[in-house]
């Protein structure tokens, strides 16, 4: 009798459906979750939601941004757009008199919606920017790693 349960277990958890979705906090409060579907309350809690499969190329595209970020004589990016999986980079470059400037939206299309996050805001100085996204991939990996 407690073979059939082993193997039961085993059979019915290959059966078991993979997590489909990495939700981060925007915030670096709420702890790093997985979940199956994207649902209205992860958006009002503040999560930005990527692909699982995705995560590992998400986060090298944000250090290097942030390594862009923290190079005051590298040049910045191009206005451009792309994506990694589900999330699309939305990249603006602004040149002030002081220093060219980025502005960064992240964007991920899921099941119920669109969630949106401000990575970088041009409005702050490039050393600002490049502080909260080392900060924020601190958070980050020490969920995913």
């Known amino acids: ?27 670096m409060i709420l702890p790093v979750t997985y979940t199956n579907a994207v649902t209205a309350q992860d958006n009002f809690k503040g999560y930005l939601p990527v692909t699982k499969e995705n995560i590992a190329d998400f986060v090298a595209e944000v250090e290097k941004i942030a390594q ?33 400037r980025m502005d960064i939206v992240l964007t991920t299309n899921h099941e119920t919606g669109k969630s949106t996050m401000h ?7 490039n050393t600002d920017n490049a502080f909260f996204i080392s900060t924020w991939l601190k958070y980050l990996r020490g969920y995913i790693n």
């Open 1 to 27: 009798m407690k073979h059939f349960f082993y193997v039961a277990f085993l059979f019915f958890s290959t059966y078991c459906s993979a997590q489909k979705y990495v939700l981060i906090d925007k915030n």
């Open 68 to 100: 862009l970020l923290s190079d005051p004589k590298a040049k910045k990016l191009e206005t451009t757009q792309f994506k990694i999986g589900s999330t699309a980079f939305h990249i603006i470059k602004v040149s002030l008199n002081a220093e060219e």
């Open 119 to 125: 990575l970088c805001d041009a409005k702050r100085s």
